[in-house]
């Protein structure tokens, strides 16, 4: 079984910034491809960016693009997303997920391989 735990959220001006983490234990995810998911009103997650193992590869939501960006580092099982200019609307609960390889940032995205979910932190922007 794998944990994920995410960590950095918090409350931040539009125009801020965060850098939200997420460290996976219990087994070696290292060549799993990861994904950040947002969570606003409602039970619906929707991809917000995902990386492959070697983070040569990610995808990004168009809403994203230019102010946010996914990296990992596979030495200390922990992911990461750098949020840049942040806008209201990115207010809400942050999941990380992966599931086992094989698997494509793609798929991971699009949550047809998105099996492990950590508990998600809180993202608050205002305006």
């Known amino acids: 079984q794998v944990q994920l735990v995410e960590s950095g959220g918090g409350s931040v001006q539009a125009g801020g910034s965060l850098r939200l983490s997420c460290v996976t234990s219990?087994?070696?995810?290292?060549?799993?491809?990861m994904g950040w998911f947002h969570r606003a009103a409602g039970p619906k997650r929707e991809g917000v960016a995902a990386?492959?193992?070697?983070?040569?590869?990610?995808h990004y939501a168009d809403s994203v693009k230019g102010r946010f960006t996914i990296s990992r580092d596979n030495a200390k099982s922990t992911l990461y997303l750098q949020m840049n200019s942040l806008k209201p609307e990115d207010t809400g609960m942050y999941f990380c997920?992966?599931?086992?390889?094989?698997?494509?940032?793609?798929?991971?995205?699009?949550?047809?391989?998105?099996?492990?979910w950590g508990q998600g932190t809180q993202v608050t922007v205002s305006s």
């Open positions: 990386i492959s193992a070697d983070s040569s590869t990610t």
């Open positions: 219990g087994l070696n995810t290292s060549s799993w491809s």
């Open positions: 997920a992966t599931s086992p390889a094989p698997n494509s940032p793609y798929q991971v995205f699009r949550q047809t391989a998105a099996n492990f």
